[in-house]
């Protein structure tokens, strides 16, 4: 198993071990997945990047915080002259001329790109059950999803395979899979990272972020990944922070708000109870908390489905004469998405802005520096389910699997879904942290005390 990122940075730079010993381990363990994890073993690229660090590290050069550790690279992002179908047979013979940005970067870091990770087909979806390239299993149990539609790398990087890999999320697809796994997963603010490069899914709501297993890796890939991008006009130039030096710097004086109606009423009871000892565990820390009322309008919203419809349905409006082609969830997606007036699409985003506003001012009103809550309200389903139980009715498995995070899809703020225990079925509970815009050190440190204190329970 890959130990964590910085570890293995941290023995390459002192010669402890050579990055193509550790590429090759990685490599062997990428080939012999047996969760549906990897879609694409990149052996070619990664022994050369390999081969490259190790160069440098013995002419003395300096090598970026990354040298040497493996990383999976989800099938959504652009990797050069690497064969990338966005999950679809659509795009079965896509071969990008360029990686995407967030690739260049951890790749001048020193990472190695191990492998492509299987996805959700085009993103839409949590289940990462794939039509075209196979099912992706959850490695805690195999006959249960491992969250969407960053699945692959949440089961990649939670069975050791790689030690990063960057997850993209528009409702909940980087915190579903590291909840559904047992790792660490970040949404920055939208518009800290770029992405150009990453075929989208809905432009208004989609984040790439760190998928690692620790706060403290996590925090150190956001500070390579973070920063405007001259190809991603998204991209807003407020400064990022050391993010590293957030993992130790604990909560005392910060206040957190709880919100009980509909996140916590809406949780099974002992994942409920795992998330508020995580809370617990802050106000030990020094941080007082509070309950709060984030009054989402879920109904009015839709759970980031109307956005999701109109922009994707927009994109890939040839779709009727390729339906063959596509999986029966994102062809019944994309029939919705046909039913969706442009009155509707005005309307939503209007409730979106009002939204907004109104969640700002209650924050600055409150005196609140973060909010606290599941970030799954259910076990991971199992692989082949369509629609689960939810708050008394049986809903679509992928509304069910985003009811906890699309509402900081919606608001654009960051989270991150932290390891909090386990549920009655032995698998995983995320703690999910969101902080104001621009706060993601506010998320890390919450975060790294939440992770402290769980060996302890």
Not at 95 to 119: F, H, Q, S
């Amino acid at each position: 198993m890959t130990a964590d990122a910085l570890s293995v940075a941290e023995a390459v730079r002192n010669r402890e071990r050579s990055a193509r010993e550790v590429t090759e381990e990685a490599l062997g363990a990428a080939r012999a997945d047996q969760l549906g994890a990897v879609w694409l073993v990149t052996e070619d690229r990664a022994l050369a990047e390999a081969d490259a660090v190790d160069a440098a590290v013995a002419r003395g050069d300096g090598v970026g915080a990354l040298a040497g550790v493996p990383v999976g690279w989800k099938d959504l992002i652009d990797t050069a002259d690497i064969r990338t179908t966005y999950g679809s047979a659509l795009f079965r013979d896509h071969v990008p001329g360029r990686d995407a940005d967030v690739v260049e970067r951890l790749a001048a870091a020193g990472g190695i790109c191990i492998a492509k990770l299987n996805t959700h087909e085009l993103a839409w979806g949590t289940t990462s059950t794939n039509p075209h390239f196979g099912t992706c299993r959850n490695p805690h149990d195999p006959d249960r999803v491992p969250g969407g539609s960053s699945g692959g790398s949440g089961a990649a990087v939670a069975s050791g395979i790689v030690a990063v890999a960057p997850g993209t999320d528009t409702g909940g697809s980087i915190r579903c899979p590291a909840s559904c796994c047992g790792i660490v997963g970040l949404k920055p603010t939208f518009g800290r990272v770029s992405l150009a490069g990453i075929n989208p899914l809905c432009q208004s709501l989609d984040h790439c972020g760190p998928m690692t297993r620790s706060v403290r890796d996590a925090a150190a890939v956001l500070e390579l990944l973070a920063g405007p991008s001259p190809r991603d006009p998204r991209t807003v130039p407020v400064p990022a922070e050391r993010y590293s030096e957030a993992v130790g710097r604990g909560v005392s004086g910060m206040t957190v708000g709880v919100p009980e109606t509909y996140f916590f009423e809406h949780t099974a009871p002992d994942i409920a109870a795992w998330v508020r000892e995580a809370v617990d565990a802050l106000r030990d820390a020094g941080a007082a908390v509070v309950e709060v009322d984030l009054g989402w309008p879920v109904a009015e919203i839709g759970e980031n489905s109307f956005y999701v419809a109109d922009e994707a349905g927009a994109m890939y409006e040839y779709w009727p004469q390729r339906r063959a082609e596509m999986g029966a969830d994102v062809v019944r997606d994309l029939e919705e998405a046909d039913r969706l007036s442009g009155v509707e699409a005005g309307w939503v985003s209007m409730v979106r802005l009002r939204y907004q506003a109104r969640m700002l001012q209650m924050m600055s009103d409150l005196g609140i520096d973060l909010i606290a809550l599941p970030s799954q309200a259910m076990t991971p389903p199992r692989i082949g389910d369509t629609r689960v139980p939810f708050a008394g009715n049986d809903i679509d498995v992928t509304s069910a699997m985003c009811a906890m995070t699309g509402i900081f899809n919606v608001l654009g703020w960051p989270a991150i879904s932290v390891p909090c225990g386990t549920d009655e079925a032995g698998l995983p509970v995320g703690c999910q942290i969101a902080a104001l815009p621009w706060r993601e050190a506010d998320c890390i440190a919450a975060g790294a005390v939440v992770e402290a204190a769980t060996p302890s329970r």
